[in-house]
């Protein structure tokens, strides 16, 4: 009884005396540290130097927004001629080595963006008629002006040209129309004639005044509409090519 006794508390001091060498024992883990690239520090300067070059640009452009601010003006620079239209020149479904512009060489660019008869894009001054071929070789110049007394012009949209044969001579007809009123657009015809462009008389007129655009009927003549406002109907008047212009048709 005293041996299994003795054995008994020799077990436990030596349980006890391990868990006392145990709460003693030190675990050493490595040092850990944060992961830094080795060309840390050099992106670090460049992206630095990035942002400060960003800072210092748009503070540059806000001097000079500021500045166009306090002297109440936008300055845009042209650097060439602005084309209102350009159409490569067709007759009979056969395209052409010819191109026919129209551009602004002279004058201002303005937007209006208020409901009315010239809201939006707005070119006004001096335009010309430009014949190039298709390397961009300008074969004749003609100033458009020249046909409306030399008066300013003003084009509100781009647009490409049609092209017809109006009078059955042969060459290529075509129209330009500019703003009349609300109902209608001042209308002229205009023929390509030996590469030039030219103007197609109207007897007694400067200029149509057609809602919409005009019509063929046959080979000489061509119809044209105008809305009229105060009782809501369109009047059609027919025009037939007496061999040196347009004239008015009448019929009994």
């Known amino acids: 009884m005293k041996y299994k006794y003795c054995v008994l508390t020799f077990t436990i001091v030596l349980f006890v005396s391990l868990l006392s060498s145990c709460s003693k024992v030190e675990v050493n883990l490595p040092n850990q540290k944060e992961y830094i690239p ?3 520090n050099t992106q670090l300067e460049e992206a630095t130097d990035t942002i400060t070059r960003k800072v210092d640009f748009s503070e540059e452009l806000l001097n000079v927004d500021e500045k166009l601010v306090k002297e109440s003006k936008i300055a845009v620079q042209i650097e060439s001629p602005i084309t209102i239209a350009r159409s490569q020149v067709s007759t009979g479904g056969t395209y052409l080595d ?5 551009q602004l060489v002279r004058g201002r660019y303005s937007e209006d ?5 010239f809201e939006g894009r707005n070119w006004n001054g001096v335009f010309v008629f430009v014949l190039s071929n298709r390397s961009g070789e300008i074969i004749s110049e003609t100033t458009v002006n020249s046909f409306y007394d030399n008066a300013p012009l003003t084009f509100n949209s781009f647009f490409d040209f049609h092209f017809d044969d109006y009078n059955n001579d042969g060459n290529i007809d075509f129209i330009i129309q500019q703003y009349g009123s609300s109902n209608y657009k001042i209308t002229k015809l205009f023929t390509i004639r030996n590469n030039v462009v030219e103007l197609l008389p109207i007897k007694d007129s400067k200029g149509i005044l057609i ?5 063929k009927v046959d080979e000489i003549t061509f119809k ?4 009229n ?13 007496d061999g040196s212009q347009f004239i008015l048709r009448e019929f009994n």
């Not at 044209?224 to 809305?227: E, H, R």
């Open 98 to 102: 010819l191109y026919l512009s129209i």
């Open 38 to 40: 080795e060309n840390a």
């Open 224 to 227: 044209k509409t105008l809305y």
């Open 113 to 117: 963006w208020t409901p009315g008869a």
């Open 211 to 215: 809602s919409g655009n005009l019509e």
């Open 229 to 241: 406002h105060m009782d809501g109907t369109y009047n059609t008047d027919y025009y037939t090519w």
